[in-house]
C-alpha cells in the first residue's frame, strides 16, 4: 500500500490552512497541518495559525473540545418520533406494522439507530481530559486494528473495518485504549471514510500537539456490497497523514511498514 496511492480529498473540502475560519466539520484545519521545521523527528510541533478570539469565533485549540450535538435526554424525547417514523417506511414497504412480528419492530429500529449514532452525544474532551500524561518519548507509538464500525451518510448502511493509528510523542502521550475511543466517537455517527480518517487525526493532532500523526482505515461498505455494483470482496482503504508523517518519506514507510506487519 503505498502512500501516493491513498485516497485524495476533492477539491471543495480542502481550505485555505492560514484562514483562522477555516473549519472542517468542527475542527480548524489549520492546526492540522504540517509542523513548521526540518522533515526530520525533532521537528516542532504544529502550532495553532492563530490564538485570539475574534468576534464569535473561538481559539483554535477550542474547536476540538465543542462537538456533542446530542444529549440522552434528546434521545429520550425524540425516540417516539423515530419509532413512528419508522412505522411510515414499514408501511412504504408493503408491510404490516401490526404483524406480530413487525409490532415492536419501530421502537426496536429506533434505539438502534440512536446506538449506531451514539457519537454525536460524547466530545473528545470527555475521554481525553484525564489520560493525556507528560512523557520523554519520541519513538512512534501505533495502535494497530482497532475495530471500526459506522454508518454509511449516504445510504444508512453499516461500515465496518480496522483503524491503524500511529504518532510520534512530543514530550506528551495518549492512554493507549483512548485511541479506540477516538474512533468510536467519530465512527458512530453518519459518515464517510474520508472524513472519518482526517477527524481521528486531527483530534490527535489537537490533543497532543505530536511531531506526527498517520491514521489508515481499511474498511468495507455494505452499500458497495449489499446494493448497486455489489462487489463482495472490495475494500476502501483511506489516509491521512500530518507533520513528520507526510514530510519525511522514511518515518511514512516505516508506519506504513509496521500496520502491516
Not at 480529498?9 to 475542527?27: I, R, T
Not at 510520534?168 to 485504549?177: A, F, I, Q
Not at 497532543?208 to 500523526?213: A, E, R
Amino acid at each position: 500500500m503505498e502512500h501516493s496511492k491513498h485516497t485524495q480529498y476533492a477539491s471543495s473540502e480542502k481550505k485555505d490552512p492560514l484562514d483562522p475560519g477555516s473549519v472542517f466539520n468542527g475542527h480548524f484545519d489549520g492546526l492540522a497541518e504540517r509542523p513548521a521545521g526540518g522533515t526530520g523527528r525533532a521537528a516542532a510541533a504544529p502550532q495553532p495559525p492563530g490564538g485570539a478570539e475574534s468576534g464569535s469565533q473561538r481559539p483554535v485549540m477550542e474547536s476540538w473540545r465543542e462537538e456533542r450535538t446530542r444529549s440522552v435526554e434528546d434521545n429520550e424525547m425524540s425516540l417516539p418520533s423515530l419509532a413512528k417514523s419508522y412505522t411510515t417506511i414499514l408501511r412504504g414497504l408493503g408491510e404490516d406494522p401490526q404483524r406480530q412480528g413487525l409490532l415492536k419492530t419501530p421502537w426496536r429500529a429506533a434505539t438502534a439507530m440512536q446506538f449506531f449514532t451514539k457519537g454525536y452525544q460524547e466530545k473528545i474532551i470527555d475521554v481525553l481530559n484525564d489520560a493525556i500524561f507528560d512523557e520523554d518519548h519520541d519513538e512512534m507509538v501505533i495502535v494497530k486494528d482497532i475495530d471500526m464500525f459506522s454508518m454509511c451518510e449516504h445510504h444508512l448502511v453499516p461500515i465496518f473495518g480496522r483503524v491503524h493509528i500511529g504518532y510520534l510523542p512530543n514530550k506528551r502521550v495518549l492512554g493507549l485504549s483512548k485511541l479506540a475511543r477516538i474512533v468510536e466517537i467519530y465512527s458512530r455517527r453518519l459518515q464517510v471514510q474520508e472524513r472519518l480518517t482526517k477527524q481521528i487525526a486531527v483530534a490527535i493532532t489537537e490533543a497532543l500537539q505530536p511531531t506526527g500523526v498517520g491514521v489508515v482505515i481499511e474498511a468495507t461498505h455494505m452499500c458497495m456490497v449489499m446494493r448497486g455494483v455489489q462487489k463482495m470482496n472490495s475494500k476502501t482503504v483511506t489516509s491521512t497523514m500530518l507533520g513528520v508523517f507526510r514530510e519525511d518519506p522514511k518515518t511514512r514507510d516505516e508506519f506504513l511498514t509496521l500496520i502491516r506487519s
